[in-house]
């Protein structure tokens, strides 16, 4: 089990640009992939995006691709969820997770494939 923390969220407007952090807990965060998840008010969790365990693989959701970018850094246990050209629609609160990884490469899109998830951070968008 890993403990996630997310920062980074706030308010701002359409057009501007946010950075989130999650930070996990414990020895061994190159053995998780992460996904990123956000959810609307009166809307179900989506997926964003994700990674692999090595960071070599990555895939976003459509709706944030060529405006979001997901990276780790594994010396210091986080992983960053990077938002350009903010929207709108892209209110809500984000929420990252981790699912132990067999595979470097493998990255997961399903909400239920993940066992262990941050509290979410509240992201606000203007327009």
């Known amino acids: 089990q890993v403990q996630l923390v997310e920062s980074g969220g706030g308010l701002v407007q359409a057009g501007g640009s946010l950075r989130l952090s999650c930070a996990a807990s414990?020895?061994?965060?190159?053995?998780?992939?992460m996904g990123w998840f956000r959810q609307a008010p009166g809307k179900e969790r989506e997926f964003v995006g994700a990674?692999?365990?090595?960071?070599?693989?990555?895939y976003y959701a459509d709706s944030v691709k060529g405006r979001f970018t997901i990276s780790r850094d594994n010396a210091k246990n986080t992983v960053y969820l990077q938002m350009n050209s903010l929207k709108p629609e892209d209110t809500a609160v984000y929420y990252c997770?981790?699912?132990?990884?067999?595979?470097?490469?493998?990255?997961?899109?399903?909400?239920?494939?993940?066992?262990?998830w941050g509290q979410g951070t509240q992201v606000t968008v203007s327009s």
């Open positions: 997770a981790a699912k132990a990884a067999g595979l470097s490469g493998r990255v997961y899109f399903h909400s239920w494939e993940y066992a262990d």
């Open positions: 414990g020895r061994t965060f190159s053995s998780w992939a």
């Open positions: 990674i692999s365990r090595s960071g070599g693989n990555l």
